[in-house]
Structures are given as C-alpha cells and as structure tokens.
C-alpha cells in the first residue's frame, strides 16, 4: 500500500511541476508581448515628442516670414543685427530639438522614426549655412549633431 502512495505523490508531484513549467512559460511570453508593446509605445512617444517641439520652432519660423530659408533654402545669416540674432536663436531652439530628436531615438530600441529622424537632420544640416556654422562653432553643445555635419 505504500508503494502505491508514494506512486499517486509522485504522479501528482510530477503533474504539479508540469503544470508550474507551463504556467512560467505563459507568464514570460505575456511578459515578453508587454515588453514590446512598452517598447512600441515608447518610440511612438519619442517620435511625438521629437515632432511636438518641431512643431514649436516652425511656428516660430511662421511668424517671421522668410525665416525659413536660413534653416531649408540655403541663406546664410542677415546682415541686420537684429535680424541676425532672431534666427541664430531660432537655430539654437532647432538644434536643441534636433539634438533631443536623436537622443531619445537613440534610446528607444525599437524606433522605426530614428532613421528618418537622422535623415532630417543631415538635410537641415546640409541646406542651412546658419546650422552647420552654430554647430560647428558649439560642438560640445549638441553632440550628436557635429557627426551628421556634411564634409567642410
């Protein structure tokens, strides 16, 4: 008789671990399927961040018309001091946001907008005497912009 007890613990012993194995590994897939929706809502936040405060620094260029040659067109700085200083701060605010952009990207693992978002600071870059001038004279201010600089 007690070989047929110990038997029946052994046989519920064994379907106790075979079940605690399978709970576990429900419990890690559902943990893993929250990791990646935390990590989805996490680029898309960075992304609406990244474009919030764009958003910001073209309104400011709406209000300043002509403005936003110095930043796509290729113009370099106005002569005018006044002038000058308005869009060397409104180049400060989009190198801020660029610069932000591309650390935050950096950090979400699964960003599909941080491609792009480099992508647009290298054209910004590119087209605009009044970016690469402020970045190359303040490096240390926005460190990952210097990088994305064309040669020159």
């Known amino acids: 008789m007690a070989d047929v007890v110990s038997a029946f613990v052994a046989a519920i012993a064994l379907v106790v671990s075979v079940w605690s194995v399978l709970y576990a590994a429900r419990q890690t897939k559902a943990a893993a399927e929250q990791a990646g929706i935390s990590n989805t809502v996490a680029s ?22 002509g403005s936003r040659a110095y930043f796509y067109g290729g113009k370099p700085l106005p002569e005018h001091q006044d002038e000058r200083d308005a869009i060397t701060t409104i180049a400060e ?29 290298r054209h910004t870059l590119a087209n605009s005497p009044v970016m690469r001038d402020l970045v190359r004279a ?15």
């Open 44 to 65: 898309i936040s960075a992304n609406d961040m990244a474009l919030r405060a764009l958003r910001e620094v073209h309104l400011l260029m709406l209000e300043r018309p």
């Open 93 to 121: 605010l989009l190198a801020d946001v660029m610069s932000s952009g591309l650390l935050v990207h950096a950090e979400v693992p699964d960003s599909k907008s941080a491609h792009p978002w480099s992508d647009y600071c």
């Open 138 to 152: 303040h490096p240390a201010w926005w460190p990952p912009l210097p990088a994305l600089l064309p040669p020159g």
